[in-house]
């Protein structure tokens, strides 16, 4: 009897922890970052060349993986449109006198717009005073699905600039629409009159998220998501010749555990629920791909998301340990501390609160619509000179420690794979 006893003990504390070594190993988990991160994949920018060829090679590791394409998909691709807005012309009058082009901003998803305060399609007028947060307004302007002209006070004069350069050269949209919002930079509060005339060009742009699929044995309509986000930034300000942002740690490392874990996951073959696995694009332009995939599922059927952003490096907390951002708004971060206890593994609460990471990373939408959808990191995000830069190469990277920290994601995740634990929902009032 005691023997059985010790036995089952023995089965179940050790084995768990030599699967991993065995199915997680540095040599793959550096082929895989290498490739991702190599100059051939040129920064991964969404819409180029680059993020295409990393988006067939993370294609070709779920197919030698065994995974399954997402079920509703044939492939692991999960394609959608965007739209890009390039402004041909603008002009408006404010009681009668033009307004110089610089002082206007049109964002819209329209070729054409024609408004006069007698016409028929007259916008609101809205006004972003001296003392308001122009970025808050203005960002909650173009989100809604209506005609507004605004009037911004010139003491926003240097944000709105910056805000005029940004959505000029990038303006990307989910959906074409009949809507615009248009701002002018002016003293003026009280219109007599006024016209609007802009045109635009739009044109179709294809992007995909990479997502592959492995049913639960049991709890077939029960997700675990694990996911990272495959695009970066592309080409950059040179630094010595090299203008490659190749992202490496920026996420080529998070995808890297994502492909990983689902080896990793299908050798067990052991889920209760089913996983899904999932590289994100657009993350750096918006998050668009993560805002997509949210709405190709019931967000209710996720049971917990680990978002991967950042693993390459060690941590402010040591070797073999990270972080989980939005700790506190779930149980999840607690479960993952209760699968680790007695290893060598260690997660964290998020030190760098004032960062705001947890609204940062592709985590946010899901976590926005109620599912606890964390990101789990270990980069010290306060004091890292080659985030974002040409530097975020392959060469930074800690092999030996970014495949622990994927072995302990994956010892991390056994009771919530399992159906044992459940993580308690982000509460709405913590939404942001
Ligand atoms: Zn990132």
Redesign the pocket.
Known sequence: MQKIFLLVLFWGSILPALAQRKTITEAEVGRIVKTLSSDEMQGRLTFTPGIAKASAFIQAEFKKAGLQPLPGLNSYEQAFTMYKVEPISATVQLAGASVPADNIIISAAAEEVNWSNTGVSAPEIVQIGATDNFRQVAGSLISAPKNRLVLVNPAHADIFKRYKNYLEQSEMKTEKSEFATVFVLTDQTNLSSYTVSARNKISEQKLNNVVGYLPGKSKKEEYVVFSG?YDHLGFTKPVIGDSIANGAD??AS?ITAVIALARHFKKQKNNERSLIFVAFTA??IGGYGSQYFSKQLDPAKVVAMFNI??IGKISQFGENAGFITGFERSDFGKIVQQNLAGTNFRFEPDPYVKENLFYR?DNATLARLGVPAHSLSTDKIDSDALYHSVDDEFESLNIPNMTNIIRAIAKAATSIIAGKDTPTRIAPETRN
């Open positions: 986000h920026d996420d998070g993350e750096e952003e950042m990373s």
